[in-house]
């Protein structure tokens, strides 16, 4: 009978369900479970696929407004303390969930898990860069990931103009990220 504080789970990048499995992993619904033990409720969604964004294919688009419309449900919720509600966003969740506080004014507070705190492009030259080292890559993945980490260096100095398709993103994507601090 009592109201409870909320988790509101955001996924990261790549197609995901509400338990953000990965082989037989379910992260999500691990963290779910754990939460629920110490009565903290939370809430997971399935995140869109690309095929499913209506319009421009952005990270607003993709997932953003979903996040939000979720915590407006939670945020009423008969069950849920209302100034208890948390955003936990995981890699790009946890990117994107200071614009969605802009948007949610109302969050206590977010859990942000494994997001980095400097730009896409920067994201994708450091990560392909360490990659380099891994021993176990072929030659071929090698220079595919030295293309892209060449072309992600260019977009940065050049601007977006100066290439095109940057890891199969479509402009507006990468626009996106270029805006967002």
Known sequence: TDRVPCVVLLQGLGISDRNATVGPNQIFKDLAYGLADQGIATYRFDKRRPSGVNGEFTPTNLFINDAVNALDAIQNHQLIRSDAVYLGGHSLGGIWAPQIA???????GMLLFDAVSFSFIDQIINSGSSSLDNEYLLEKEKKDIQKQITKAKKVKEEGLDSVS???GFPDTWIEAHLEYD
Not at 102 to 108: C, F, K, R
């Open 102 to 108: 802009v948007q949610h004014s109302e969050l206590a």
């Open 165 to 167: 398709q940057l890891l």
